[in-house]
């Protein structure tokens, strides 16, 4: 599966911005959305199984991240609100092409990847 991510920007802070991740290619059996800030390690933000549209987020996302998919569109959606400058970082969408019931949302159960988006939050 190829994954293109869009939307990024430079946002001051307390503002928005809605992340899109084009799919195209083989199916997936779950989407998700990692960032990584400078000096620091990847760190997973929302992930979305397909298979029940469970959407699991991680404890700094939560009440500021909504992530969404349009099957439709074959597009997932990251909408980033009350954004803080620790928020700055390279934003990748990522998809799990493989079943399992025991993978979870962390960046080793995920086998391919988007180019990443930069998000700046800066005043």
């Known amino acids: 599966v190829q994954l293109v991510e869009s939307g990024g920007g430079l946002v001051q802070p307390g503002g928005s911005l809605r992340l899109s991740c084009a799919a195209s290619?083989?199916?997936?059996?779950?989407i998700a959305w990692f960032r990584q800030a400078p000096g620091k390690k990847r760190e997973a933000v929302s992930c979305?199984?397909?298979?029940?549209?469970?959407?699991e987020y991680s404890d700094s996302a939560k009440g500021r991240v909504t992530a969404s998919r349009d099957n439709a569109k074959n597009t997932a959606y990251l909408d980033l609100n009350s954004l803080k400058p620790e928020d700055t970082a390279v934003y990748y969408c990522?998809?799990?092409?493989?079943?399992?019931?025991?993978?979870?949302?962390?960046?080793?159960?995920?086998?391919?990847w988007g180019q990443g988006t930069l998000v700046t939050v800066s005043s």
């Open positions: 979305i199984t397909v298979r029940d549209e469970s959407i």
């Open positions: 990522a998809a799990r092409t493989y079943f399992s019931l025991l993978a979870g949302c962390v960046a080793e159960s995920f086998d391919e």
């Open positions: 290619g083989q199916d997936y059996y779950a």
